[in-house]
């Protein structure tokens, strides 16, 4: 079955600090999808990136980098120099990339909530 | 181009009223879904659609219903409220593996 942990409930950290929000799935299949959003406290699902499980390279936005290690089954993402406005609840999600049965349904991780004091 | 769109944006039941969710998609996509959202448990899937006359169970599917007549529109019923359903509700359609969002309804159930 999949599943997608994200252990860190909350975290709190200073501005420009850096911090990483990590996030562990499980699944049998061979090819799926990896997902992160951002929540911020206005409530509506904001897409950050979608990542492949044939593409392990990691992604570099801006502040944002995302680091996806199969053989730890982890898709790590961290906010370098991090603002007051990535205050946000952030989630990791996992789809299966063949349609049949759940159809590619996405699962998510429980969230952890960002904040980032002044 | 509005996306995906959800009424209402907040919603009052007592325990028992039925209501409709609505959620409607100008994207042409055959994937619907509604998730519901609660504090320290993520977005948990309701139903789900893969075209115009099909649905299908998630998760979480006791207590609702749904039906899929077209493409664009995919409502969620509460039959018979109950405070457990008091939620943040999010419709959702997809394209390829990519999931868009409508802005949530607030349900709360006294």
């Known amino acids: 079955a999949q599943k997608v942990t994200q252990a860190q409930t909350e975290i709190s950290v200073v501005e420009k600090e850096d911090v990483t929000l990590d996030c562990v799935y499980e699944?049998?299949?061979?090819?799926?999808?990896l997902f992160w959003y951002k929540q911020p406290p206005s409530g509506e699902l904001v897409f950050l990136i979608r990542r492949n499980s044939f593409d392990e390279q990691n992604e570099i936005s801006g502040r944002y980098s995302w680091n996806f290690q199969k053989s730890t089954s982890s898709f790590n993402f961290t906010i370098t120099a991090s603002q007051v406005v990535d205050s946000a609840v952030y989630f990791c999600?996992?789809?299966?990339?063949?349609?049949?049965?759940?159809?590619?349904?996405?699962?998510f991780g429980k969230g952890t909530k960002l904040s980032v004091k002044p | 181009n509005a996306g995906v769109t959800q009424t209402p944006k907040f919603q009052v039941l007592k325990t028992g009223q039925s209501m409709t969710l609505q959620c409607a998609q100008d994207m042409n996509h055959e994937y619907m879904s509604w998730y519901r959202q609660d504090p320290g448990m993520g977005l948990r899937l309701i139903h789900y659609?893969?075209?115009?006359?099909?649905?299908d169970q998630g998760e979480v599917p006791n207590g609702y219903n749904v039906s899929r007549s077209t493409t664009e529109d995919f409502p969620l019923r509460l039959l018979s409220a109950a405070p457990s359903q008091t939620s943040v509700y999010f419709c959702?359609?997809?394209?390829?593996?990519?999931?868009?969002f409508g802005s949530g309804t607030q349900l709360s159930v006294l």
């Open positions: 699944t049998r299949d061979t090819t799926y999808y």
């Open positions: 999600a996992l789809s299966e990339a063949s349609y049949g049965g759940s159809q590619g349904n996405l699962i």
């Open positions: 959702a359609s997809k394209r390829g593996a990519e999931l868009f």
């Open positions: 659609s893969v075209g115009a006359g099909i649905t």
